[in-house]
């Protein structure tokens, strides 16, 4: 029976190689010459800062768009609280991974409203979703992609 994974992923080398052209676009920055501004990858966190909080903004959108053009969904970005210590604010930006309890369940939820001739069940951080024809199979992912979820998911595991 054919079947398929939906997933929440983010490859992590990506996300270095991001970061590595958001730096090297830092450094070549008008706006930050002289700047204590730094974009900085630690484990599954992202670590902005910055002496005001505009910049961090600004050091946001260029991550942002570094991570578009290497293919990394910026919907995977959960950003922290911005603290400030004494001329520097510090931002951080955790990676998500995996699919949560609440997020599976919404998807099978929408699964089970497209009444489609498909099955759904949870496994750990991944939804299964499994059917008797490949077109139907096809048909939930476009549900999927054209639903409004505030994660990034990808298809993986398709199986004939």
Known sequence: MPSFDVVSEVDMHEVSNAVD??????????????VEASIALQEEQILLSAPEEFQLGQLKDILRDKMTSRGVDSRALTPGTIEGAGKVKRQAFSLAQGLDQDSARKITKMIKEAKLKVQS????????????????????????????LA????????RD
């Not at 052209?21 to 010459?33: I, M, T, W």
């Not at 951080?125 to 639903?147: C, E, F, H, I, N």
């Not at 994660?151 to 398709?158: A, C, S």
Request: hydrophobic share 35%; aromatic share 8%.
């Open 21 to 34: 052209q958001a730096v090297r676009e830092l450094r070549n920055r008008f706006d930050f010459r002289g």
């Open 121 to 148: 069940q949870v496994n750990g951080d991944k939804v299964r979703v499994t059917g008797k024809k490949r077109d139907d199979l096809q048909a939930t992912m476009a549900v999927l992609k054209d639903s409004e």
């Open 151 to 158: 994660i990034p998911l990808q298809f993986n595991n398709f």
